[in-house]
């Protein structure tokens, strides 16, 4: 899992990426997060946290308006978004129809 920082190039245009917008106040971003640490070992994709107070410039890119949001990505190209509360069976659900 990379926490992504707005200095890092991080390039996400070859292979599949579940970004998880969220921020350190936000209890139902925390409900997520366990979900998404929890999950990613059992996937072949990049998971990559993004703490939206601190990464404004990629929350504007990726527009993301509500939090906790997860996008995942494929070859540079969005294939699905969600935001709101998921726990771990939802979060699997949700991963499952995509990857």
Not at 73 to 97: A, C, P, Q, T, W
Request: glycine share 4%; charged share 30%.
């Amino acid at each position: 899992m990379v926490n992504i920082k707005a200095d890092q190039n991080i390039d996400l245009s070859h292979g599949t990426f579940v970004l998880e917008f969220f921020a350190r106040w936000c209890g139902t971003c925390r409900q997520v997060s366990k979900s998404f640490e929890a999950l990613e070992p059992q996937y072949n994709a990049e998971f990559i946290k993004i703490d939206t107070e601190h990464e404004k410039e990629i929350t504007t890119k990726y527009q993301v308006t509500a939090i906790p949001t997860v996008i995942i990505i494929r070859d540079g190209i969005e294939i699905i978004r969600k935001s709101e509360s998921m726990n771990v069976e939802e979060f699997k659900e949700f991963l499952d129809s995509v990857l």
